[in-house]
Nanobody
Framework: QVQLVESGGGLVQPGGSLRLSCAAS????????MGWYRQAPEKQRELVAH???????NYLDSVNGRFTISRDNAKNTVYLQMNTMKPEDTAVYYC?????????WGQGTQVTVSS
């Protein structure tokens, strides 16, 4: 059974930081492209960042330079370090694993940026 379990969400003030984690089980983690998506109320889900098997990364323009995605294949875990956060970063953040037509999602974790 495949599971992606996110953690680390919460409430943070503008300018603050959070680190999200996603622990995967039931998949050969190192083979998968791992990504973080987010969905704000009444908006479409969007790709925030992804990291490939060769550790190459790609970011949404609005988070580039503020967010960093990383992976630890030994721990089957992908991280999203979020710095200098803004109210517009408020959303439910989802972990995603993708490989050759197979795709899995986590349950999501709420991130709220507010003073």
């Amino acid at each position: 059974q495949v599971q992606l379990v996110e953690s680390g969400g919460g409430l943070v003030q503008p300018g603050g930081s959070l680190r999200l984690s996603c622990a995967a089980s039931g998949i050969r983690f190192s083979w998968y492209i791992m990504g973080w998506y987010r969905q704000a109320p009444e908006k479409q889900r969007e790709l925030v960042a992804h990291i490939s098997r060769d550790y190459s990364t790609n970011y949404l323009d609005s988070v580039n330079g503020r967010f960093t995605i990383s992976r630890d294949n030994a721990k089957n875990t992908v991280y999203l370090q979020m710095n200098t956060m803004k109210p517009e970063d408020t959303a439910v953040y989802y972990c995603n694993a993708k490989d050759w037509g197979t795709e899995y999602w986590g349950q999501g974790t709420q991130v709220t940026v507010s003073s």
